[in-house]
Every structure is written in structure tokens, then in C-alpha cells.
């Protein structure tokens, strides 16, 4: 069990790509030859190339900390450069916003003022380690739909051995006030504690799962790392408890409340928690436009800063956008993802599956309500 099934729609239940529908279609066609590719559903847009942790499993490490050279001489976009970008995001009709790293966003001293810019025209999500927290960030932060917090430990000597620094009670300090922050003032922000399970915090899932709860957060999200990406320094199959990660998963679903969630997320992977692929086709990135801190825009959020897959220039000016997105160069980039020799863990997985099974294939015959 994922998740109860009282709660079974909700954001990490993949079969919402159902909801994207016409996008699919109309995705298919373009590939097919058509030239209108609709606007993304989603922009995920990194405002800063920059850590304040050391995470091993990190998929930005190789061009964060390897190879810096690759993020190019701008490493933190431009305010002024983010409001234009929204303003036009809004115009192309794209509907969510996610502010994520790259690092953490939290490091974009503008980042509050961002926020609050786009928070009444684009649903906004912030993917933060929770490290650096001050009070307009706080304050911001209730603005968004919803907030992922990525600890991956539930305890001080795993904190460290996963991430890389002595950050555990300062980040635990920070989403208390977060949460203190979310009651005072009424928000419905939604708070999820993250936790990626790898070998450091395989036997205190159950712990963590309680944590979050004690901590007044609305859900726990927990799912195997991806340790198999070619760009990870020691990238290996890791060998996992996995029939101790289920019990403890049994037991965090009996925490669960009206009050708190909890998602055990793992259709993404074999039943060994490592890399699958149950699709044939690259079909569902233009679900989402990704756009770093170089000003490029990329194919897909699992190849950020790859040059493989860089699709075309936002920067200075977001509209140039249009250039390009649904182009011929960014049709055969798509069609020729050699998926097995490429890509690990895929994102998008069940999006391409549902693309081949219900709009090219029609197996759950669609006009049959």
C-alpha cells in the first residue's frame, strides 16, 4: 500500500497524469508531425547553483560540485529576470510553479519576493532543505500550494552521514516554526516531510514517519534514492532491507490521521526498489519546462545541465521560448532518448506508460464512460 485509500487522490498517486489528457493527445500529435505542441503544464525553475549541504546521493552533484564549470558564469537568475518570466508564463497559460535546485532555492536572497510575485497568478511549490529559514522566506513560504522538505533521516548521526553537515536540529528548529507559522496565520500551505530511504536510514523510516508527525506536519513522503544514475559518484544498485522497509511502512500507515498523511511511494521502481522502465518512448517531458540558472531550458527535470539535452535559450528574454518549444530540434531530441542507455529513474514513468496505453493504444476505451 502507497498510500490509504481514503486519500487516494492526491498529488503522488501518478495516475493524476490522467487529468493531463488533451495535453497527451496533442503530444502524440506533435510527434506525429503536428506543429502545435501546447504549453507545459508546469515550470520548474532553479533561481540559484548552490548548496548549503553535501548530499552523496545528490543528481545535481556532478555539476555542482564536480564539474562547476558547467553551470556557466550565472549562478543565481536575476529578480527582475524571474517576474518577467512569470509574467510570461502566466501569459502562455503554464498553471504551476516550482522553485527548486540546482541547491536549494532558499540560498536566492530574493527568493520571498518571488513567491509573493507569482502566488496570486500560478499555484507555487518550494522544494527546500529547510536549513536557512528567516522571516519573510517564513512568510512567503504560506503563500505556496504546497512545500517539500527534504530531511531523509530521523535523527542526528544519519542526518550527517546522508547529507554532509551537523544540520539536523537547526533544520528540525526551522519546520517547527514553520509549522507554528502555518497555524498562526491560517494557511492551508501543504508541509511534507521528505525521505529518500537509502542505506543510512533504512531501519528508521518508522522513526522518521513519527517525527513528522509530533511535528504537526500534513503528510511524510518516503521513497527508495536513486543510487543508479550514471552521475553519481559510486552509482551501484544499493541492496536494501526491503522486507523491513515494508513493516515499517505498515506501521506508518497506521499514524496516519485526518491530520496527517503518510505516502510510501514506490511504483516508480521494482519490487527490489531499483530502476525500471515499463514504457517504450520518450513521450511526457513537455508536461514540464525545467530552466536553470544558465538560462537554458532542458528537456527533461532528470538531465539537468546536460548539454544533450538543452533545448534553447530563455534568457534575457523568456518569450524567446516560443522559438523554439515544439520545434523540429526539440521534436527529434525527444524521439531519439535511448531510454534503457540514457535514463535512470524516470520521473515521468507513468505518464510515458499512460500515454502509449490510454491515448495510443485507447486500452481503457475512453469513449465508454
Known sequence: MEWSNKVKYNSFN????????QNYEQIVRWVDGDSYLPPPVECNLDPFAGCNLDC??????????????????????????????????????????????GGDPSLHPELPLIINYAKDRMDVSVF???????????DSLMNCKWISLSVDAAEEKAYKAIKGRDKFAEVIENISSLVWNRKDV?????????????PENQYQIYDACKLAKKLGLQAIHIRPADFERKDIKGAKKLELDVEAIHKQ???????????????????????????????????APPLLIPILTDGNAYLCVDHKMEQRYR??????????ILDWWGSDEHRQMMKTIIINSECSRCTFSQYNQQIEQVVMKDNMFRNFP
Not at 14 to 21: E, W
Not at 60 to 70: F, H, N, V
Not at 311 to 320: D, H, K, W
Open 14 to 21: 501518478s495516475f493524476k497524469g490522467l487529468t493531463y489528457y
Open 56 to 101: 552523496y546521493f545528490c543528481i545535481t552533484q556532478r555539476y555542482l560540485k564536480d564539474k562547476r564549470e558547467e553551470v556557466g558564469e550565472m549562478r543565481k537568475l536575476p529578480l527582475n529576470y524571474m517576474t518577467k518570466m512569470v509574467d510570461f508564463l502566466v501569459e502562455w497559460g503554464v498553471k504551476g510553479l516550482c522553485l527548486s535546485g
Open 128 to 138: 527546500t532543505n529547510a536549513v536557512k529559514m528567516y522571516l519573510p522566506l517564513a
Open 186 to 198: 491560517g494557511s492551508p500551505v501543504f508541509l511534507v516531510f521528505k525521505l529518500l530511504i537509502l
Open 249 to 283: 511502512f505498515e506501521k506508518c500507515h497506521e499514524e496516519e490521521t485526518e491530520d496527517f498523511r503518510v505516502f510510501t511511494v514506490t511504483h516508480k521502481f521494482d519490487s527490489d526498489f531499483h530502476v525500471k522502465h515499463d514504457f517504450g518512448a520518450c513521450l
Open 311 to 320: 533545448i534553447g535559450s530563455c534568457y534575457p528574454n523568456p518569450r524567446s
